[in-house]
């Protein structure tokens, strides 16, 4: 009898997670690494939120919490919740998790049977179709490449939807492409949506903070209220406040799938840190001027990094709405050979010889559903992007 689970046997681990331990194992054997491979704001958790743990730490805030958070942290987000984006929800309604990740997980779980389908656009983020897998669900992933914008169409979605779809994942900004939906493209998948009320919208919202004028973001339950029944908003304060280490996502849904996803983790991680829900009250309830600084940063870094890749020989960088990620097409890469003889078949080949060669690691395109593409993190200090992308432009002037 094999020890391991056949459902593992569907899974493979987080290629994000795995390319930022190799670049950090790397850098610890002493070799010159610029890991762009982590989605993780490089600011540091600013002050106050710092500060507020460590009066929760000497307040002796130190035990077991509420399962689905602390009533302070709760009424901190559903105040954030009106205040960005119009949309009420009670305490019944709200759920803290283990990042933003264990949101998702959670819902997952509580809601996935054999059978059901969850349809996710290409490129997504690397753990949706592996989270739906563990669940048990079906992925149905829906090619959303450059020629939309990156963007699923209405038509597209339309064509999707089967009587088997539970849900609709949806994230704007993108990870990995920086797309963002305006209120006019979100209404016309709203507008689908609402043709189907058996389909639920899962909206990843985690880069809400990090958006690019003239793009506004927007959330499917603000924009078609018709859909608030049946949309989980989730977020987490790890993007927006540079906290992922911390571990605080949450989302506010319907009460009958909030109380279902408290019930699955309160039979497995039972609260998230207490300490941690603490920082993440000051986050949200405290001074909100390290947002503005953080996404001018971003933006600024954005720009230099397209125009440095746009400069490389066989790449072509879209522009990006929000997150703090381009995808480049590397289609003119293809089938040739690097200064070390290796040959470039894939996304994956450039990716590996990127970093033995440059040490300049970042994720290949084809752990997020498009190929052939890869991600560069721009969430690094400006001197090291600027030299990151120094190295790519001599990597790709090098390829024959
Ligand atoms: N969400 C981030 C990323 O895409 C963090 C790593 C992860 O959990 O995937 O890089």
């Keep these: 009898m094999a020890f391991l689970s056949d459902m593992l046997s569907r899974v493979k681990p987080s290629p994000t997670v795995a390319v930022t331990a190799l670049a950090r194992s790397l850098k610890a054997q002493g070799r010159d690494i610029i890991g762009l491979g982590a989605g993780e704001p490089d600011f540091d958790t600013p002050d106050n939120i710092k500060a507020a743990a460590i009066r929760a730490i000497e307040a002796g805030e130190t035990k077991y919490t509420a399962p689905d958070g602390i009533p302070e942290l709760k009424s901190a987000i559903a105040e954030k919740f009106r205040r960005d984006n119009g949309l009420d929800y009670d305490a019944s309604q709200i759920m803290v998790s283990t990042g933003g990740k264990q949101v998702l997980y959670n819902a997952l779980m509580a809601t996935l049977n054999p059978g059901d389908e969850v349809i996710i656009p290409a490129p997504y983020w690397v753990s949706y179709p592996d989270m739906v897998k563990m669940a048990g669900g079906t992925p149905v992933i829906v090619p959303a490449g450059i020629e939309t914008g990156f963007r699923i169409t209405a038509e597209a979605l339309e064509a999707a939807i089967t009587e088997r779809t539970k849900w609709f994942i949806f994230n704007s900004p993108s990870n990995p492409t920086g797309a963002g939906y305006g209120r006019d493209a979100?209404?016309?998948?709203?507008?689908?949506?609402?043709?189907?009320?058996?389909?639920?919208?899962?909206?990843?919202?985690?880069?809400?903070?990090?958006?690019?004028?003239?793009?506004?973001?927007?959330?499917?339950?603000?924009v078609a209220p018709s859909l608030y029944d049946r949309t989980?908003?989730?977020?987490?304060?790890?993007?927006?406040?540079?906290?992922?280490?911390?571990?605080?996502?949450?989302?506010?849904?319907?009460?009958?799938?909030?109380?279902?996803?408290?019930?699955?983790?309160?039979?497995?991680?039972?609260?998230?840190?207490?300490?941690?829900?603490?920082?993440?009250?000051?986050?949200?309830?405290g001074p909100q001027a390290y947002l503005s600084t953080a996404c001018a940063a971003f933006e600024r870094r954005r720009d230099m990094v397209v125009e440095m890749l746009n400069a490389a020989a066989g790449l072509t960088c879209p522009v990006p709405d929000g997150a703090f990620y381009v995808y480049p097409d590397i289609s003119g890469c293809l089938g040739k050979t690097t200064p070390a003889g290796t040959h470039i078949h894939d996304d994956q080949d450039f990716c590996t010889a990127l970093l033995e060669e440059t040490g300049v690691a970042a994720v290949f395109g084809e752990a997020f559903g498009l190929s052939p593409n890869f991600r560069v993190s721009y969430a690094a200090a400006d001197d090291q992007l600027r030299e990151a992308c120094t190295r790519i432009q001599a990597f790709c002037a090098g390829l024959s």
């Excluded at 909206?203 to 973001?217: G, K, L, N, T, V």
């Excluded at 497995?268 to 949200?284: D, F, G, K, M, R």
């Design 186 to 222: 979100l209404l016309a998948l709203t507008a689908v949506l609402e043709r189907h009320p058996h389909v639920h919208v899962m909206s990843d919202d985690m880069y809400e903070h990090i958006a690019y004028a003239p793009f506004a973001f927007c959330t499917p339950a603000e």
């Design 232 to 285: 989980l908003t989730v977020n987490g304060v790890s993007k927006a406040y540079a906290m992922t280490g911390w571990r605080i996502g949450y989302a506010g849904g319907p009460e009958e799938l909030i109380a279902a996803m408290k019930k699955v983790q309160s039979q497995s991680t039972t609260n998230p840190c207490s300490i941690s829900q603490w920082a993440a009250v000051e986050a949200l309830t």
